[in-house]
């Protein structure tokens, strides 16, 4: 922008550069001493929004404990077997650690021959899990029934069992594949 545009950007407005009228501080001042004196509508609604917003923070509070309350209620809902005993709490520890080494293990076999069995294995592992889940619901309603514990102790069998069986199917391809091959001559 050039000087000449700023210069005429300025040209129309009418600043007021004045000073005040005598005395003009005294009649701001005067005016302030007689709001204070002489409560408005501002300080009756002030004065009523203070007691509800006391009854509103009582309130939050109060949800807040019965939040932590309620809380540990619900992550009760979602016990499993580690929150019944440490000997349970073991077991549980032993399956999952299994089954996380033939995870592994399985991860580390998989081939373009040996895909399909993987990939249907995870899916039934999924279906274990989401019954493991729903067992674990079932645990916190019955109060921890013997029946129940028994079961999520199957289901670990089984995921162990599930996994197992795939590693024997995948050495089984690899034997046939190297069988296969040593007949052929080069």
């Known amino acids: 922008m050039k000087n000449n545009d700023f210069d005429t950007l300025f040209e129309g407005l009418d600043f007021d550069i004045q000073e005040p009228h005598s005395g003009h501080r005294e009649r701001f001042f005067k005016k302030l001493e007689n709001q204070k004196e002489q409560p408005g509508e501002k300080g009756r609604v002030r004065k009523l929004w203070m007691p509800i917003m006391g009854i509103a923070a009582s309130f939050l509070i109060a949800f807040l404990i019965l939040g ?9 809902k ?11 709490k073991q077991t549980q520890e032993f399956y999952t650690g299994l089954i996380r080494k033939e995870l592994n293990a399985i991860e580390a076999e998989k081939s373009p021959e ?14 274990l899990e989401t019954e493991y889940e729903s ?17 999520m102790i199957q289901n670990f069998q089984q995921r162990i069992d599930l996994l197992n069986n795939v590693l024997t199917q995948i050495d089984n391809i690899k034997t046939l594949k190297t069988q296969n091959h040593e007949s052929n001559i080069i």
């Open 78 to 88: 979602t016990a499993d077997l580690a929150s019944i005993s440490p000997e349970m």
């Open 135 to 151: 067992l674990k619901e079932d645990l916190a309603k019955s109060g921890k029934d013997n029946r129940v514990i028994h079961a």
């Open 114 to 127: 040996t895909e399909a069995i993987i990939n249907d294995a995870l899916v039934q592992m999924e279906k």
């Open 68 to 76: 932590e309350v309620f809380g540990t209620s619900l992550n009760a």
